[in-house]
């Protein structure tokens, strides 16, 4: 059990981890239409995972629990997507698509607040991961091991992609080693968040079907405030809808096939 969990935390950090290491490969930024597919594709990825990896448990836990089935899981998407909106409001960031701040006036320069971006954006993805693997340690049969890693697989397929997004742009900035080490210490957040809510999982039994919705909340803001309007902005936005239409299904049989 032990290293099914430590492999299903690292997994997501992984895929960020490879995307900017991609600095020292490409000698351009991906092409407008291959990063229109991926942003589509990492929000498929995260609508398809916050469905079947995340609310249907949380709903299964609810009625194993007595629980009125619904209730968890609304309520736990609600404050998911509020938290987010709190924190996009206060975090000082910047979007890839955009040359203007978001949050709190910041004198911070565009990559930190690229970095700060992409961040606030890990955050919920290493939640979910490690809300899925506490319910796996607390719960048990509700939740199998092969849907938790399943889960895992799935984000760090999308955060390939975007490791390598986001990294690629900071490359202009003349040193590598400086846009690999933010693309490394934005997905650094993920295991880090996971971590400590496994720590809880002997504790968060009964709170286990909020914490699901929540992060499947958390997921769907960024996907919504983040990676849908990026995907669809300029051009080739058919594109990026072909996009999120494959990881879409690629998470759902992923997660159908080994749940």
């Known amino acids: 059990m032990g290293g099914t969990v430590a492999l299903g935390l ?19 930024e991906i092409a407008p239409k291959l990063q229109k597919l991926l942003l589509g594709f990492a929000s498929g990825v995260m609508i398809a995972a916050s469905v079947w990896s995340l609310i249907l448990p949380s709903v299964e836990l609810a009625r194993e629990s007595g629980i009125i089935e619904w209730l968890p899981a609304a309520a736990g998407f609600v404050g998911g997507m509020l938290v ?3 924190l996009d409001s206060v975090v ?27 961040t606030l954006h890990n955050v919920p993805e290493g939640m979910a991961v490690g809300a899925v693997f506490a319910g796996l340690i607390a ?24 490791g390598a997004i986001v990294s690629m742009p900071l490359k202009g900035t003349g040193k590598k080693g400086r846009a690999f080490l933010y693309g490394f210490l934005s997905g650094a957040v993920e295991p880090v968040a996971a971590l400590i809510t496994v720590l809880f999982s002997g504790v968060i039994l009964p709170v286990l079907p909020y914490l699901l919705s929540f992060a499947a909340g958390a997921m769907i803001y960024v996907v919504v405030e983040e990676l849908i309007p990026e995907s669809q902005s300029g051009e080739h936005s058919n594109i990026a809808t072909i996009g ?15 749940g």
């Open 10 to 28: 690292l997994l997501p950090f992984a895929g960020t981890t490879l995307g900017a290491a991609m600095v020292f490969f490409l000698k351009r």
């Open 84 to 86: 987010l909106l709190l």
């Open 92 to 118: 000082p960031h910047q979007h890839l698509d955009s040359d203007k701040p978001e949050g709190h006036k910041s004198a911070l320069g565009k990559t930190k607040l690229l970095f700060l971006s992409v």
């Open 139 to 162: 719960a048990g049969e509700e939740i199998s091991a092969a849907a938790a890693l399943s889960l895992s697989v799935g984000i760090a397929l999308q955060n390939f992609p975007e």
């Open 244 to 258: 999120v239409m494959l990881g879409f299904v690629v998470m759902m049989i992923m997660d159908m096939a080994l």
